[in-house]
């Protein structure tokens, strides 16, 4: 179970690559600014954050955990942040919208067929939810060579290494087997002659699918895992609300490029205003205030929070969103900044040429404007 939650695809360079692209990006630090009584809030997608980071929809994680997505929803209750639910989650959409309700964000794949996708977006219009996030960067699930080492697959199949597994790991196995072996929740058992199975091709998602979702889903749409600049513009022409770049932690395409790398350039295409989302590497809250800084309006987190339940339950993830908001405040102390909302390219002591420099940014508070640039708040 660790080995599918800490993997990759392939030879899992990119995932590596991800984490020393977003460890070499240094920050300015600033000085003799008054920081006192800083705030993490941020508004995003019309709703009021309580942080500047939210949990990246995940497929199966009552597998790291019993009861791992009811701590999902209960911290992003508690903290005013947003939760996703994966269309392969182990809970079902409308048990999680009633554990979260208007935090849950629902996670969409096109598995099985289109038809058994748009009744999937029905049920999550039926049961309240106010975002929709299509993924679209697994056309087809990726060689993970620790899974395939391990036998491990969806539907589940017992063999005699995960016997041994098992019996090796005795609190794991009780708390599941106590709380019901994890099942994919979503899937519809037998739809249009096929059950699901994990390994089963996504490819049908296309641009004319993510046209006919537009005209189906009147909530908030945004699309996942992006990094080309051209498709962005595209997905945001297409009318989606925001573009979530995104590598999938590398799960996917192991010669991604580092996707702190796409984020910059993603940004100068899609123009100052347009919302992005931004995951893939980040591990703490100087990481987090990178991505802000390098165009992202609001950042996911994906592996850490399941390694935080995997260690010790709902208290070690409620430990670790602790670090890590700490991590931010201090983090923007030290580079002389009050709010979350004030980070910009000026934070970054080599900003990307494709992000305007300081002296470009507007201080106007004009339409294009990004809200409250760190000079002002620096020279006022
Ligand atoms: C165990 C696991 C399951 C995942 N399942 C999904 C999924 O079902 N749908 C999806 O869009 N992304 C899925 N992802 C990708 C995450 O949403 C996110 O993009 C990624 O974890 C971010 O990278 P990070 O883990 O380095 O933070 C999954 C990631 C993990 C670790």
Known sequence: M??????????????????????????????LVNVE?????????????????GIAPMGMCNLTWP?????????????GIPVGLSTAASTSLEHMHAMAPGRAWFQLYVAQSR???????DRAEASGYEVLILTVDVPQVSRRIRDLRNGFQIPFRMGARQFFDFAFHPRWSIGTLLHGAPKVANFEAEQDGKGFTRGESRGSTDWAFLDELRMRWTGKLVVKGVLSPDDAVRIRDAGADAVYVSDH??????????????LPRIRAAVGPDYPLIFDSGLRSG????????LGADFVMLGRPLLYAIGADGARGLSTL?????????????????????????RVLVNAPAELPTGAELPTDGGKDAKPAPAARMVEG
Do not use: C, W, Y
């Open 321 to 345: 969103v602790d670090v890590l908001a700490d991590d931010i405040s201090v983090t923007l102390a030290q580079i002389g900044l009050k709010r979350v909302e004030d980070i910009d390219s």
């Open 67 to 79: 009861g791992a997505d009811n701590m999902l929803a209960a911290e992003a209750m508690r903290r």
């Open 286 to 293: 100087e990481d987090i205030v990178k991505a802000l800084a």
């Open 2 to 31: 660790f080995d599918f939650v800490d993997g990759a695809a392939g030879a899992e360079v990119g995932e590596g690559l991800n984490r020393s692209a977003i460890r070499e990006i240094r920050l300015q630090p600033r000085v």
């Open 115 to 121: 038809q058994a996708a748009m009744r999937l977006v």
């Open 37 to 53: 009584g800083r705030s993490l809030k941020r508004r995003f997608l019309g709703q009021d954050m309580g942080l500047p980071f």
């Open 249 to 262: 932690g590398a799960r996917q395409l192991d010669a991604t490029p580092a996707a702190i790398h796409a």
